[in-house]
T-cell receptor, first 115, second 114 residues
């Protein structure tokens, strides 16, 4: 079974530039999550999708972050404009659905460095 | 506010030795507690999942224990190998998941030296 795919794996940009990350979840998984993991900390949920609808985006900085999952499969996360404090690993995860019993499978992450 | 605290922050042990990582949480009520292993540059991978009624769960050389009364969990690694070098993250799933988020610990960084 193929895992969660993310690209790019690494990205270096200057502050105020824009950047986009892509995630392809495990086939058949209805729920998709984007997390931000700052060095030395645990992942923080940014946004959760159930199919193509947003379930929770309460911790997403909406003035600069946006995400979409138009067809209920792939998802993109965008930052515009980036700030220094956005430097982190952005993890995508998916699960069969949003029940607590369903395990979340994580992708390898995209490491973003903002200079 | 729900919290998950892990200790120690980092640990260095010799290959072949055993070690125990600790997780204390305040999330209540909760549905299950999970331990993840995160290799450098990789996403977290699930090691064990325990419901509130389970006391112990094993996965090879990894054994997790749970004391719901004291709100403590531990992850014991037996006969450590170099490949065990990673961060270990404790995650607590609240009982009303959907209205509340998963609570992640900050992790324990484990280094195994030959």
């Amino acid at each position: 079974e193929a895992g969660v795919a993310q690209s790019p794996r690494y990205k270096i940009i200057e502050k105020r530039q824009s950047v986009a990350f892509w995630c392809n979840p495990i086939s058949g998984h209805a729920t998709l999550y984007w997390y931000q993991q700052i060095l030395g900390q645990g992942p923080k949920l940014l946004i959760q999708f159930q199919n193509n609808g947003v379930v929770d985006d309460s911790q997403l900085p909406k003035d600069r972050f946006s995400a979409e999952r138009l067809k209920g499969v792939d998802s993109t996360l965008k930052i515009q404009p980036a700030k220094l404090e956005d430097s982190a690993v952005y993890l995508c995860a998916s699960s069969l659905d949003q029940q607590w019993s369903n395990e979340q499978f994580f992708g390898p992450g995209t490491r973003l460095t903002v200079l | 506010k729900n919290q998950v605290e892990q200790s120690p922050q980092s640990l260095i042990i010799l290959e072949g030795k055993n070690c125990t990582l600790q997780c204390n949480y305040t999330v209540s009520p909760f549905s299950n507690l999970r331990w993840y292993k995160q290799d450098t540059g990789r996403g977290p991978v699930s090691l064990t999942i325990m419901t509130f009624s389970e006391n112990t769960k094993s996965n090879g050389r990894y054994t997790a224990t749970l004391d719901a009364d004291t709100k403590q969990s531990s992850l014991h690694i037996t006969a450590s190998q170099l490949s065990d070098s990673a961060s270990y993250i404790c995650v607590v799933v609240p009982a009303n998941f959907g209205n509340e988020k998963l609570t992640f610990g900050t992790g324990t960084r484990l280094t195994i030296i030959p």
